[in-house]
Nanobody
Framework: QVRLAESGGGSVQAGGSLTLSCAVS????????LAWFRQAPGKEREGITA????????WYGDSVKGRFTISQDSPKSTLYLRMTGLKSEDSAMYYC????????????????????????WGQGTQVTVSS
C-alpha cells in the first residue's frame, strides 16, 4: 500500500521560491506515476505536473511550465516540487498523488494529470504567496 506525506509548504512573497517534498513509502513497484495537484478555495483540484518513474519523463501544465520542476531521485524515493517565480495565484493547498497503475503514461509520453487517474493521495501542504 502506497503512502504519501507532503511537507515544505509555507508563506512566501511573490517572486520567491519554495520546494515541496513528498515522502513515498510502501510501494514495491518501480514504474508508476506521481503528480502534484493543487486546489485553491472555491476552485477545482488541478493537476500541475506529473512524472513517470519508469524513465522520469514529465508533463507540466501551462500555468507552471518554466517555473516549477518535478523530480525524484529514484522510483521509491522522495518526490520534489521546486517552485520559482511564485505568484499570488499559486496560493493553494498542494497535494502529491500516485497513479499506481501508470495510467498517465501511454503512447510513449506522460499525459496531463487527471484527478481520476490517481488512486493515492497525501494530506496536502498549504502554500501562500503574498504580493
Amino acid at each position: 500500500q502506497v503512502r504519501l506525506a507532503e511537507s515544505g509548504g509555507g508563506s512566501v512573497q511573490a517572486g520567491g521560491s519554495l520546494t515541496l517534498s513528498c515522502a513515498v513509502s510502501g510501494y514495491t513497484y518501480s514504474r508508476y506515476c506521481l503528480a502534484w495537484f493543487r486546489q485553491a478555495p472555491g476552485k477545482e483540484r488541478e493537476g500541475i505536473t506529473a512524472i513517470y518513474t519508469g524513465d522520469r519523463s514529465t508533463w507540466y501544465g501551462d500555468s507552471v511550465k518554466g517555473r516549477f520542476t518535478i523530480s525524484q531521485d529514484s522510483p521509491k524515493s522522495t518526490l520534489y516540487l521546486r517552485m520559482t517565480g511564485l505568484k499570488s495565484e499559486d496560493s493553494a493547498m498542494y497535494y502529491c498523488a500516485a497513479d499506481t497503475g501508470a495510467r498517465c503514461y501511454y503512447a510513449d509520453y506522460v499525459h496531463p494529470a487527471e484527478r481520476n487517474d490517481y488512486d493515492t493521495w497525501g494530506q496536502g501542504t498549504q502554500v501562500t504567496v503574498s504580493s
